[in-house]
């Protein structure tokens, strides 16, 4: 659905353009502003399902610091896709396996590693993966840049 949605309607290939050059969205009648605000709140409402979920499917109840930041290995595997959702997805997999890795040893036990390593290992993994991925991924052009429709500069 995702690779549909970005790769085969008009609304993904406009998506993909505001991140890329948003001027040269703007000049062809895409509403930036729109794009923009549209695509935080339904990234916001996506990562609140998320955060709602975790707890429903692990416990079932509240409970403190279940996210242990997650947050920061979803940044660091858009990093690593190359913001392609198809390179997501996988590093998304490798990231799960290596995520319950950690609580199968655990659970298994029989083995001598302090279970405070074990919860470490997603994190490493992720340090692992992402020190050859800086030399070949690149972000989008305006990532992070403000955009001014008034301002008109070729930078």
């Known amino acids: 659905f995702l690779y549909y949605l970005l790769y085969q309607t008009s609304f993904g ?5 505001v991140g890329e050059n948003p001027k040269a969205a703007d000049s062809l009648g895409v509403n930036v502003t729109r794009m923009r605000y549209l695509t935080a709140i339904v990234g916001g409402m996506l990562m609140g399902l998320a955060g709602a979920y975790l707890p429903m499917v692990y416990t079932g109840t509240f409970t403190e610091g279940i996210v242990r930041g997650r ?6 595997l858009t990093f690593f896709g190359g913001w392609s959702p198809h ?5 998304a997999l490798f990231f799960a396996a290596v995520d ?3 609580l199968r040893v655990q659970v298994v036990g029989g083995t001598n590693i302090p279970y405070q390593f074990l919860l470490m290992l997603p994190y490493i993994a992720t340090m692992l993966v992402m020190m050859p991925a800086f030399r070949w991924v690149r972000a989008p052009a305006f990532l992070g840049q403000n955009y001014d429709r008034e301002k008109r500069t070729l930078a």
């Open 13 to 17: 290939l406009e998506l993909r353009a």
């Open 71 to 76: 947050g920061w290995l979803a940044i660091a």
């Open 87 to 91: 390179l997501i997805f996988l590093g």
């Open 100 to 102: 319950v890795l950690s």
